[in-house]
């Protein structure tokens, strides 16, 4: 069975351009061996407020060491973004959060003091997931457009609890300029073709 070291979860609400130029950069990228992308179509218009919902329905999907929720208008920053952040990774004996850099309006990066998520400092590119804690825990993506802070937020309480996932490693690399977006907030093109 293929293992890759990454898997894009992408979502795509109506923006077949956007999601080609979002394609190609995966396909683009020098470590393109090692990642996989699955796609989520919004055939019925759901749109950005329910794509959190359907994740816990499509998480079994992905397969890769680690997940990353590429959304359907953001593109990796460069053809070498995958192979910076896996060889970063092996040099950290793999933590179970990598932050990194996400170039949207305004700029992104959260928490930049390593401390808790901050809402508004987030973006869903900023985050790399080892994949068996995004399946265990997809289900606590809010359901509101701002989904991507509950779910990191419920991350950071859980790894400083005494849960089941107490200790998660965190992993921050701002230099590691990961997605390149546009915060269109779920405006799709036209119609789909």
């Keep these: 069975m293929f293992a890759p070291f990454l898997s894009f979860y992408t979502p795509t609400y109506r923006r077949p351009d956007q999601l080609r130029a979002c394609m190609a950069s995966v396909q683009a990228q020098t470590a393109v061996a090692d990642v996989e992308q699955v796609i989520i179509p919004d055939y019925v218009g759901i749109g950005v407020g329910g794509t959190f919902q359907r994740v816990p329905r499509y998480a079994a999907a992905l ?19 995958v192979a910076r952040v896996r060889l970063q990774a092996g040099a950290e004996d793999y933590p179970e959060v990598i932050i990194v ?9 959260p928490s930049e003091n390593h401390g808790p998520p901050v809402l508004g400092s987030i973006d869903l590119g900023c985050f790399i997931i080892e994949r068996h804690l995004w399946q265990s825990q997809c289900h606590r993506y809010g359901q509101r457009y701002e989904g991507d802070y509950d779910f990191i937020s419920h991350l950071w309480e859980i790894s400083r609890d005494g849960a089941e996932w107490a200790g998660i490693r965190w992993s921050w690399h701002r230099e590691i300029h990961f997605v390149t977006g546009a915060a269109s907030r779920g405006r799709y093109e036209g119609q789909w073709p």
Excluded: E, I, T, W
């Excluded at 397969?63 to 973004?81: K, Q």
């Design 101 to 109: 850099g996400s170039q949207k309006p305004g700029g992104m990066f």
């Design 63 to 81: 397969n890769g060491r680690y997940v990353h929720f590429l959304c359907d208008d953001d593109v990796l920053a460069s053809p070498h973004a």
